[in-house]
């Protein structure tokens, strides 16, 4: 039966599609997104500490891959609640942190086993806050819910939903002779054509997409930012993703995808030097702030999130609450941090690193896209 937009797309075909997936465009795409990324994982294991890039890319790719699915927050205050994901944060917040734990335990599962449809439960289980189970009901639908009109409606019936997933699972590691990129772009639409849940899976398959290139060991941690490029290209990523639903348009995805990659990639890299730069600044600064000079352990907390409090120092440093309160208060007088209290606590801000990763996300919203449950 040819796919109609109002029907359970039941007939969704298997991985590996029959449309050549290794086009010239594509190689040539791959090829630079490889190139890319290799410097980028190069780049990233030479930090003296990692923590730095990775706390940070985790929060930002969690606020933009929330903000594909119109729950929106602020890289603000998602810094500022990352290390109390409990505290008084408003709902969208409390979400996307939980977008970063699931990339955070996803990736330590895929230290000890493979991208499997369990990891994909386990990880829309943390989004959502409670057990996810695959959609077992009919009635979902991608479009308009307020107009009701239909783009896309998945597959139904647990057994279909259940075997389309089985085949997911095996392309992602049986297809030795495609690139991984392309496997993870390819692997990325069938996972949202299928819709297994009942929410979340637009998130779900992100996190799949970071935890697919990990265990290909394309990547040793999951820091590239790919929300960005989604969340400035918002409407053609979910036309595209539609398009190879009823046009069998896979080329023009492979390439919007690997271009992601390396665009992201570059930027990430980017962003690594300019933060580098900073620490030497804010390292000489300390040096005629603190009474003992620049401590190692006090700038690595500092870069770690922008956001720091009185107890982080005196745990990450081994000193007492008068010390840390002491340090913290001489690097605001000099204009290294800035604080502001939150309940009875202080929070100590690194401002020049909180605005070097907010002026991304100044510039990253584009026009509002279409009304969509994807």
Same mark, same amino acid.
Request: with cysteine; aromatic share 8%; proline share 6%.
């Given at each position: ?29 791959? $090829? ?35 903000? $594909? ?20 944060? +408003?709902?969208?917040?409390? =979400? ?11 990736? &330590? ?39 009701? =009109? ?15 997933? %089985? ?14 990129? $392309?496997?993870? &772009?390819?692997?990325? @639409?069938?996972? +949202? ?31 590239? @930012?790919? %929300? ?13 993703? /539609?398009?190879?639903? %009823?046009?069998?348009?896979? =080329?023009?995805?492979? /390439? ?23 620490? =030497? ?15 190692? +352990? ?30 913290? %208060? ?5 204009? $290294? /941090? ?26 990253? &919203?584009?026009?509002? &896209? ?5």
């Amino acid at each position: 039966m040819p796919w109609t937009p109002n029907t359970p797309y039941n007939e969704l075909p298997l991985l590996p599609p029959s449309a050549d997936l290794e086009t010239r465009a594509v190689l040539r795409a791959t $090829i630079a997104a490889r190139a890319a990324l290799a410097a980028l994982e190069q780049a990233s294991r030479s930090l003296p500490n990692p923590a730095v890039l990775v706390n940070s890319i985790q929060l930002l790719e969690a606020q933009a891959s929330s903000e $594909i699915e119109n729950i929106v927050t602020t890289s603000d205050e998602l810094f500022r609640f990352a290390d109390d994901e409990d505290a008084a944060a +408003d709902p969208a917040t409390r =979400e996307a942190l939980r977008y970063r734990r699931a990339l955070f335990e996803g990736f &330590a599962l895929v230290s000890k086993r493979s991208v499997t449809l369990r990891t994909s439960i386990e990880a829309c289980s943390i989004i959502k806050q409670h057990e996810m189970t695959l959609r077992d009901r009919p009635g979902t639908f991608i479009g308009d819910p307020l107009t009701g =009109e239909h783009a896309y409606t998945p597959p139904v019936g647990i057994g279909t939903i259940t075997g389309l997933l %089985s085949n997911w699972e095996t392309f992602i590691h049986e297809s030795e002779g495609l690139d991984p990129l $392309i496997v993870m &772009a390819a692997a990325h @639409y069938q996972f +949202d054509a299928i819709h297994p849940f009942e929410d979340g899976n637009g998130r779900t398959g992100r996190v799949m997409n970071m935890l697919i290139l990990v265990e290909h060991g394309l990547l040793s941690s999951p820091i590239l @930012y790919l %929300s960005r490029y989604i969340i400035r290209r918002k409407s053609e990523y979910y036309r595209l993703l /539609l398009a190879v639903t %009823s046009e069998g348009a896979w =080329e023009q995805w492979l /390439l919007f995808m690997l271009e992601g990659i390396r665009e992201t990639s570059q930027w990430t890299l980017a962003t690594i030097d300019t933060i580098g730069a900073l620490r =030497e600044t804010v390292r000489e600064e300390m040096r005629s702030a603190l009474p003992g000079g620049a401590n190692a +352990d006090l700038l690595e907390v500092l870069f770690e999130e922008p956001y720091c409090r009185i107890r982080t120092v005196m745990a990450r440093c081994g000193v007492s609450r008068p010390t840390a309160r002491s340090w913290l %208060s001489a690097m605001v007088e000099r204009g $290294i /941090l800035t604080d502001t209290p939150i309940g009875r606590e202080r929070l100590f801000v690194n401002h020049a690193f909180l605005r070097l990763l907010k002026q991304d996300q100044e510039t990253t &919203a584009g026009p509002p &896209a279409e009304p969509t449950l994807f």
